[in-house]
Protein backbone atom coordinates (compact mmCIF):
# COMPACT_ATOMS: atom_id res chain seq x y z
CA UNK A 1 0.00 0.00 0.00
CA UNK A 2 1.36 3.53 -1.27
CA UNK A 3 1.39 6.72 0.88
CA UNK A 4 -1.73 8.07 -1.07
CA UNK A 5 -3.94 4.96 0.72
CA UNK A 6 -2.24 5.95 4.14
CA UNK A 7 -3.23 9.61 3.31
CA UNK A 8 -6.87 7.70 2.97
CA UNK A 9 -7.35 6.14 5.77
CA UNK A 10 -5.76 9.45 8.01
CA UNK A 11 -8.13 11.63 6.41
CA UNK A 12 -10.98 9.40 6.80
CA UNK A 13 -10.75 8.63 10.23
CA UNK A 14 -9.36 12.63 11.30
CA UNK A 15 -12.68 13.55 9.42
CA UNK A 16 -15.26 13.45 12.60
CA UNK A 17 -13.02 15.39 14.47
CA UNK A 18 -12.66 18.50 12.01
CA UNK A 19 -15.66 20.26 13.33
CA UNK A 20 -15.01 20.06 16.80
CA UNK A 21 -11.15 21.20 15.89
CA UNK A 22 -12.16 24.23 14.71
CA UNK A 23 -15.34 24.64 17.27
CA UNK A 24 -12.28 24.51 19.81
CA UNK A 25 -10.13 26.92 17.57
CA UNK A 26 -13.05 29.78 17.61
CA UNK A 27 -13.44 29.14 21.06
CA UNK A 28 -9.58 29.69 21.85
CA UNK A 29 -9.93 32.68 19.44
CA UNK A 30 -12.41 34.14 21.65
CA UNK A 31 -11.07 33.29 24.69
CA UNK A 32 -7.53 35.34 23.74
CA UNK A 33 -9.37 38.14 22.38
CA UNK A 34 -10.98 38.69 25.53
CA UNK A 35 -8.15 38.21 27.81
CA UNK A 36 -6.37 40.21 26.16
CA UNK A 37 -7.83 43.31 27.60
CA UNK A 38 -6.56 42.25 30.76
CA UNK A 39 -3.25 43.52 31.33
CA UNK A 40 -1.24 43.52 34.26
CA UNK A 41 2.30 43.62 35.16
CA UNK A 42 2.45 39.23 34.94
CA UNK A 43 1.24 38.93 31.45
CA UNK A 44 1.98 42.70 29.54
CA UNK A 45 4.32 40.49 27.00
CA UNK A 46 1.54 37.81 26.65
CA UNK A 47 -0.68 40.58 25.64
CA UNK A 48 0.51 42.97 23.48
CA UNK A 49 -1.27 43.94 20.30
CA UNK A 50 1.26 41.86 18.31
CA UNK A 51 1.22 38.54 20.35
CA UNK A 52 -2.61 38.29 20.41
CA UNK A 53 -2.58 39.59 16.61
CA UNK A 54 -0.29 36.79 15.60
CA UNK A 55 -1.75 34.56 17.78
CA UNK A 56 -5.34 34.62 16.55
CA UNK A 57 -3.72 34.75 12.99
CA UNK A 58 -1.92 31.37 13.00
CA UNK A 59 -5.39 30.05 15.26
CA UNK A 60 -7.25 31.30 12.44
CA UNK A 61 -4.92 29.67 9.49
CA UNK A 62 -5.34 26.48 10.77
CA UNK A 63 -8.95 26.48 11.09
CA UNK A 64 -8.82 27.58 7.49
CA UNK A 65 -6.98 24.60 6.62
CA UNK A 66 -9.21 22.17 8.23
CA UNK A 67 -12.49 23.88 7.03
CA UNK A 68 -10.34 22.91 3.74
CA UNK A 69 -9.59 19.54 4.42
CA UNK A 70 -13.36 18.50 5.40
CA UNK A 71 -14.38 20.10 2.10
CA UNK A 72 -11.93 17.47 0.22
CA UNK A 73 -12.81 14.78 2.16
CA UNK A 74 -16.25 15.57 1.12
CA UNK A 75 -15.80 16.16 -2.67
CA UNK A 76 -13.50 12.99 -2.96
CA UNK A 77 -16.49 10.75 -1.34
CA UNK A 78 -18.89 12.24 -3.77
CA UNK A 79 -16.63 11.91 -7.01
CA UNK A 80 -16.71 7.91 -5.83
CA UNK A 81 -18.98 5.29 -5.91
CA UNK A 82 -21.45 5.36 -4.17
CA UNK A 83 -21.63 2.04 -2.39
CA UNK A 84 -17.49 2.20 -1.77
CA UNK A 85 -18.15 5.59 -0.34
CA UNK A 86 -20.47 4.51 1.89
CA UNK A 87 -18.40 1.65 2.66
CA UNK A 88 -15.04 4.58 4.25
CA UNK A 89 -17.56 6.19 6.13
CA UNK A 90 -18.95 3.64 7.58
CA UNK A 91 -15.79 2.32 8.54
CA UNK A 92 -13.18 4.98 8.95
CA UNK A 93 -15.76 8.26 9.59
CA UNK A 94 -18.64 6.51 11.97
CA UNK A 95 -16.60 3.91 13.49
CA UNK A 96 -18.61 0.78 12.73
CA UNK A 97 -17.03 -2.87 12.91
CA UNK A 98 -15.82 -4.96 9.71
CA UNK A 99 -18.16 -7.58 11.06
CA UNK A 100 -21.13 -5.45 10.90
CA UNK A 101 -21.11 -3.31 8.23
CA UNK A 102 -20.32 -6.64 6.03
CA UNK A 103 -23.55 -7.88 7.94
CA UNK A 104 -25.28 -4.80 6.73
CA UNK A 105 -24.53 -5.29 3.06
CA UNK A 106 -24.77 -8.84 3.39
CA UNK A 107 -21.66 -9.71 2.15
CA UNK A 108 -18.98 -12.38 3.57
CA UNK A 109 -16.31 -10.55 5.34
CA UNK A 110 -13.96 -11.81 2.65
CA UNK A 111 -15.38 -9.60 0.16
CA UNK A 112 -16.17 -7.02 2.50
CA UNK A 113 -12.32 -6.15 2.75
CA UNK A 114 -12.04 -6.42 -0.89
CA UNK A 115 -14.44 -3.89 -1.39
CA UNK A 116 -12.80 -1.55 1.44
CA UNK A 117 -9.06 -1.92 -0.70
CA UNK A 118 -10.80 -1.16 -3.89
CA UNK A 119 -12.92 1.94 -1.71
CA UNK A 120 -9.59 3.35 -0.43
CA UNK A 121 -7.86 3.24 -3.94
CA UNK A 122 -10.80 4.84 -5.30
CA UNK A 123 -10.85 7.66 -2.55
CA UNK A 124 -6.68 7.52 -3.02
CA UNK A 125 -7.76 8.10 -7.16
CA UNK A 126 -9.85 10.87 -6.44
CA UNK A 127 -7.85 13.22 -4.27
CA UNK A 128 -4.62 12.35 -6.78
CA UNK A 129 -7.01 13.59 -9.40
CA UNK A 130 -7.93 16.79 -7.28
CA UNK A 131 -4.49 17.36 -7.09
CA UNK A 132 -3.67 16.03 -3.50
CA UNK A 133 -0.43 13.63 -3.53
CA UNK A 134 1.09 12.66 -0.64
CA UNK A 135 3.63 15.46 -1.49
CA UNK A 136 0.91 18.22 -1.02
CA UNK A 137 -1.09 16.58 1.88
CA UNK A 138 2.23 16.92 3.82
CA UNK A 139 2.33 20.61 3.00
CA UNK A 140 -0.76 21.52 3.70
CA UNK A 141 -0.98 19.65 6.79
CA UNK A 142 2.10 19.54 8.01
CA UNK A 143 1.50 22.40 10.98
CA UNK A 144 -1.08 19.70 12.27
CA UNK A 145 0.47 17.82 14.86
CA UNK A 146 -2.45 15.28 15.43
CA UNK A 147 -2.97 14.71 11.59
CA UNK A 148 0.60 13.77 10.87
CA UNK A 149 0.96 11.65 13.72
CA UNK A 150 -2.01 9.66 12.48
CA UNK A 151 -0.61 9.55 9.16
CA UNK A 152 2.38 8.34 10.74
CA UNK A 153 0.63 5.60 12.64
CA UNK A 154 -1.15 4.59 9.76
CA UNK A 155 2.20 4.18 8.50
CA UNK A 156 3.85 1.90 10.76
CA UNK A 157 0.54 -0.27 10.63
CA UNK A 158 0.89 -0.21 7.16
CA UNK A 159 4.45 -1.58 7.48
CA UNK A 160 4.46 -3.92 9.93
CA UNK A 161 0.79 -5.63 9.10
CA UNK A 162 0.61 -6.90 12.75
CA UNK A 163 -3.08 -5.93 13.39
CA UNK A 164 -6.42 -6.47 11.11
CA UNK A 165 -7.51 -2.69 10.20
CA UNK A 166 -10.63 -3.25 10.84
CA UNK A 167 -10.08 -3.52 14.38
CA UNK A 168 -9.29 0.80 14.51
CA UNK A 169 -11.21 1.53 17.79
CA UNK A 170 -7.78 1.67 19.66
CA UNK A 171 -6.71 4.04 16.37
CA UNK A 172 -9.39 6.36 16.78
CA UNK A 173 -8.45 6.61 20.41
CA UNK A 174 -4.98 7.38 19.70
CA UNK A 175 -6.33 10.20 17.36
CA UNK A 176 -8.80 11.07 20.13
CA UNK A 177 -5.80 11.45 22.84
CA UNK A 178 -3.56 13.71 19.83
CA UNK A 179 -6.83 16.01 19.73
CA UNK A 180 -6.63 16.70 23.91
CA UNK A 181 -2.66 17.09 24.10
CA UNK A 182 -3.05 19.27 20.64
CA UNK A 183 -5.90 21.29 22.66
CA UNK A 184 -3.66 21.58 25.65
CA UNK A 185 -0.75 23.33 23.75
CA UNK A 186 -3.35 25.77 21.52
CA UNK A 187 -4.90 26.35 24.82
CA UNK A 188 -1.64 27.44 26.45
CA UNK A 189 -1.57 30.33 23.74
Known amino acids: ?75 ALHSIDRNSARILILKFIDGKKSNDIADLFKICLRTFFRKVNTALDSFSKALSRMGYTNDNLHKMLKNEKWIMETFNKSQKETVSKTENFADNFEFHSQIKNSIIMEFRKVSSF
Open 1 to 75: MDNNNNWTKTLLSVYRYLPRVTYAIDKIVKTRAYNSSYASTNNIAFNNVMNVANTILDLTERKITLINLKLIIEK
